[in-house]
């Protein structure tokens, strides 16, 4: 996974918002801490994992719907989809304050919780990302007053939505088949490296058998299973690359024994690894295995 760059704080002079379209996917960032920012985080495309240290599990955020942590508080975030997109909206504590006095109400952070987002946080966010991202003249002070005005009406509204939401009710049926698509992603990520199930299952804030039984039950097959048939596949792929050679398609997918990878080929209905020509689509040789493995197929 790509890192991604954090910084305390992203506020400067007397600005109370600071808005962020960011359209990387595949990314985590290191655990740290805002000093006297609010971030409000609304995902666009895919969904956001939060590590948060006031939660015992990992928070996991959908479109339409946003979280916000307060300053001081550690977390991380990250994403395992190639198009992963979301708005990061940094809001200066003062102005919280002050938009809580106006409202007669406080913001409950004490948990993180998952709040459901209204159409009309949407579209301020919308208006801003879209003000800050125009063609127009960006030195012009007429486009930076109506970026800031953009800012503060999504950062009022990130507040207000913080203050009249209810907690967002999980659909277990939609979660777990989210949770069991970032983890497929997740293996396909790593095939190269040895993970355990100890690894994963903390990865995705789940019991190992909790990972096990839920895997099983979205797949109808084994978290090990999984890994040995994407190896073949990869392998089976790479195989066809021109001077690939047995050790180094093994080496690809993280197996050190070109006789093991042999016995999964047998396993899983392939022919010899050595002088392979299959069914599997050809690539080039300088192609990434990051880019063979995108697509989670199905069992």
Same mark, same amino acid.
């Given at each position: 996974m %790509?890192?991604?760059?954090?910084?305390?704080?992203?506020?400067?002079? !007397?600005?109370?918002?600071?808005?962020?379209?960011?359209?990387?996917?595949? /990314?985590?960032?290191?655990?740290?801490?805002?000093?006297d920012?609010?971030?409000?985080?609304?995902?666009?495309?895919g969904?956001?994992?939060?590590?948060?240290?006031?939660?015992?599990?990992?928070?996991?955020?959908?479109?339409?719907?946003?979280?916000?942590?307060?300053?001081?508080?550690?977390?991380?975030?990250?994403? /395992?989809?190639? !198009?992963?997109?979301?708005?990061?909206?940094?809001?200066?504590?003062?102005?919280?304050?002050?938009?809580?006095?106006?409202?007669?109400? %406080?913001?409950?952070?004490?948990?993180?919780?998952?709040?459901?987002?209204?159409?009309?946080?949407?579209?301020?966010?919308?208006?801003?990302?879209?003000?800050?991202?125009?063609?127009?003249?960006?030195?012009?002070?007429?486009?930076?007053?109506?970026?800031?005005?953009a800012?503060?009406?999504l950062?009022?509204?990130?507040?207000?939505?913080?203050?009249?939401?209810?907690?967002?009710?999980?659909?277990?049926?939609?979660?777990?088949?989210?949770?069991v698509?970032?983890?497929?992603?997740?293996? !396909?990520?790593t095939?190269?490296?040895?993970?355990?199930?100890?690894?994963?299952?903390?990865?995705?804030?789940?019991?190992?058998?909790?990972?096990?039984?839920?895997?099983?039950?979205?797949?109808?097959?084994?978290?090990?299973?999984?890994?040995?048939?994407?190896?073949?596949?990869?392998?089976?792929?790479?195989?066809?690359?021109?001077?690939m050679?047995?050790?180094?398609?093994?080496?690809?997918?993280?197996?050190?024994?070109?006789?093991?990878?042999?016995?999964?080929?047998? %396993?899983?209905? /392939?022919?010899?690894? %050595?002088?392979?020509?299959?069914?599997?689509?050809?690539?080039?040789?300088?192609?990434?295995?990051?880019?063979?493995?995108?697509?989670?197929?199905?069992?």
């Open positions: %790509k890192p991604y760059p954090t910084a305390p704080r992203h506020l400067e002079g !007397d600005r109370v918002a600071d808005v962020r379209h960011v359209s990387v996917g595949e /990314y985590r960032t290191r655990p740290h801490r805002h000093d920012e609010f971030m409000f985080l609304l995902p666009r495309t969904q956001l994992v939060l590590n948060v240290e006031s939660n015992v599990a990992p928070v996991r955020v959908a479109p339409k719907s946003f979280v916000v942590v307060p300053p001081q508080r550690l977390h991380d975030t990250r994403g /395992y989809r190639p !198009d992963q997109a979301h708005v990061a909206v940094y809001v200066a504590s003062d102005f919280v304050v002050f938009c809580e006095r106006k409202a007669r109400r %406080k913001l409950s952070c004490a948990r993180i919780s998952i709040w459901s987002a209204p159409l009309l946080l949407l579209d301020a966010a919308r208006v801003a990302t879209g003000t800050a991202r125009s063609s127009e003249d960006p030195t012009s002070e007429l486009a930076e007053f109506r970026a800031e005005l800012a503060r009406t950062a009022a509204s990130c507040v207000q939505a913080g203050l009249m939401a209810a907690a967002l009710p999980s659909n277990r049926a939609d979660a777990r088949a989210d949770i698509r970032d983890i497929c992603a997740f293996l !396909d990520e095939l190269d490296q040895p993970i355990s199930l100890e690894r994963i299952a903390y990865e995705f804030g789940l019991s190992q058998r909790s990972l096990t039984r839920v895997f099983r039950e979205a797949t109808g097959e084994s978290v090990v299973d999984y890994q040995s048939r994407r190896r073949v596949q990869i392998a089976a792929t790479l195989l066809n690359s021109p001077g050679t047995v050790l180094a398609a093994a080496a690809a997918v993280g197996l050190e024994s070109p006789s093991y990878l042999a016995r999964l080929f047998r %396993k899983y209905g /392939y022919g010899p690894p %050595k002088g392979y020509k299959g069914d599997a689509t050809p690539i080039g040789s300088a192609a990434p295995l990051a880019a063979i493995t995108r697509g989670v197929p199905t069992s």
